[in-house]
């Protein structure tokens, strides 16, 4: 009975402060004046079609650098937390597991039909992934979002063909290449132009073209290879069978 | 002259989907389900993406890729969704005469599933 009090005071006070909250919100009628020297001097400064792209990785650079950190880090854990070691209490466990496989269902292969298409569509994933972080600066889209469609199209090729291999070595090999070389353009930006991950140090461009806006597509292509395969080898390590020493 | 062949094909198309959601409520069991789910809609896109292209000519190529896309990912799902079901013991309709992909191997393995 207590109890109930209790938490219908505590959602009580939780109704006023967000009821405050509410009230006291004044709609926006004009950009701030942060936003307006976004609006009116990025595309000229920076040659980035896309203004949010250029906001992301140039105005805002070092907070997109903390997020590459951040999934590096959930990455690490997940890696860390799933690791199948080899000791001698694990050969209990692997007896154990076999005998309550045999209880269960036994697991279907996939169909013909659909490793098939599994393997014509892969490349069409991955290819579609490789272009939207590529045109990050053109169209909406980025280094973030086509990494996660290229770590989609392992999940799809792992769902269909199980008993694919992927070499867990190269996956980290080119994760950790991506994420130096990123670091590496933002030191360069402080050699060689304005500042940390300043894209200006190749050249603007046409604008609107595909080798436009400085360093941004350089930039968005190794991010989206870090995410890819970062969430790649997270995927991955969900798998049952142990493939490798990694 | 384009626009009205390419209205007729956006006709179509509604027709043909409109008819699978029909289907989708009427049918008796999960496997019938998914036939007419599958086919009608496949169909239906196909002949709306057609349209469209009469309707916008600067958008045929791109039109004509998703058309590929669409026939080949659409019956490769269903025909995984279907087998699926079929695994986990999923009831067939009473007047169900012959179920071909039932061998006496695999008879034991279902569970039954209502």
Same mark, same amino acid.
């Given at each position: 009975m207590i109890k109930r009090i209790v938490i219908l005071l505590v959602l009580l006070m939780l109704a006023f402060i967000f009821v405050n909250l509410a009230a006291s919100y004044s709609e926006q009628t004009s950009l701030s004046a942060l936003g307006h020297y976004y609006v009116e001097q990025g595309p000229s400064e920076?040659? %980035? %079609?896309n203004l949010v792209t250029a906001v992301v990785v140039t105005y805002r650079g070092l907070d997109t650098l903390g997020e590459v950190t951040v999934l590096f880090i959930s990455a690490a854990g997940v890696g860390l937390l799933l690791r199948r070691t080899r000791r001698k209490d694990d050969h209990e466990d692997l007896e154990q597991g076999d005998r309550a496989e045999e209880t269960a269902i036994a697991r279907k292969p996939a169909s013909e039909i659909v490793e098939t298409a599994t393997e014509l569509l892969l490349p069409m994933v991955i290819l579609f992934g490789i272009y939207v972080f590529l045109n990050g600066h053109l169209s909406p889209g980025g280094g973030f979002q086509g990494g996660a469609i290229i770590a989609s199209g392992t999940m799809f090729l792992l769902l269909a063909l199980p008993e694919s291999h992927i070499s867990r070595l190269m996956i980290a090999i080119t994760e950790s290449l991506s994420g130096f070389s990123y670091v590496v353009i933002g030191v360069l930006g402080v050699i060689l132009a304005g500042g940390f991950l300043d894209n200006r140090i190749i050249g603007l461009g046409t604008y609107g073209h595909l080798f436009s806006a400085g360093a941004i597509p350089l930039i968005y292509v190794f991010v989206g290879l870090k995410v890819g395969f970062e969430l790649s080898a997270v995927l991955d390590r969900f798998r049952k069978e142990d493939s490798g020493p990694l | 002259m384009g626009e009205l062949i390419g209205s007729l094909f956006l006709l179509g198309g509604a027709i043909f989907l409109f008819s699978a959601g029909l289907g989708v409520l009427r049918m008796p069991d999960t496997y019938n389900r998914i036939q007419t789910g599958t086919k009608a809609t496949t169909l239906g896109t196909i002949l709306i993406l057609v349209g469209l292209a009469f309707l916008h000519p600067a958008w045929a190529l791109k039109l004509i890729i998703l058309i590929f896309f669409v026939m080949l990912t659409n019956p490769v799902s269903s025909h995984a969704l279907a087998r699926a079901a079929h695994a986990i013991g999923t009831a067939e309709t009473e007047s169900t005469v012959i179920d071909q992909l039932e061998t006496p191997a695999n008879e034991d393995t279902r569970e039954q599933v209502e």
């Open positions: 920076l040659g %980035a %079609a | -």
